[in-house]
Nanobody, 114 residues
Framework: VQLQASGGGLVQAGGSLRLSCTAS????????MNWYRQAPGNQREFVAT???????NYADSVRGRFTISRDNAKNTVYLQMNSLKPEDTAVYYC?????????WGTGTQVTVSS
């Protein structure tokens, strides 16, 4: 599977963005799909996940503000980000996981200004 993330940009604190992760060569429905982020000088950290059975989970720092969803017809996973904070600034990456295999996509920059 190949993954392409998009939708990042510059937004003011309190604003919203929707990230997309579009897959090719394979269907997103066959994977657990995840979003991670990495801020400068920090390790990559988990943000959100959606399983094949549509079970979702979130990092405590984004729970209640971010929503992960999947559109199998468009072969795309989304991350709706609301009430953005400056500390959400990072490069956001999606990955697809099945058994012991993890496939990473490209990143998209999100910058939240105060």
């Amino acid at each position: 599977v190949q993954l392409q993330a998009s939708g990042g940009g510059l937004v003011q604190a309190g604003g919203s963005l929707r990230l997309s992760c579009t897959a090719s060569r394979s269907s997103v429905s066959t994977y657990t799909m995840n979003w991670y982020r990495q801020a400068p000088g920090n390790q990559r950290e988990f943000v959100a996940t959606i399983t094949r059975g549509e079970i979702t989970n979130y990092a405590d720092s984004v729970r209640g503000r971010f929503t992960i969803s999947r559109d199998n017809a468009k072969n795309t996973v989304y991350l709706q980000m609301n009430s953005l904070k400056p500390e959400d600034t990072a490069v956001y990456y999606c990955n697809a996981a099945v058994l012991s295999r993890v496939y990473w996509g490209t990143g998209t920059q999100v910058t939240v200004s105060s």
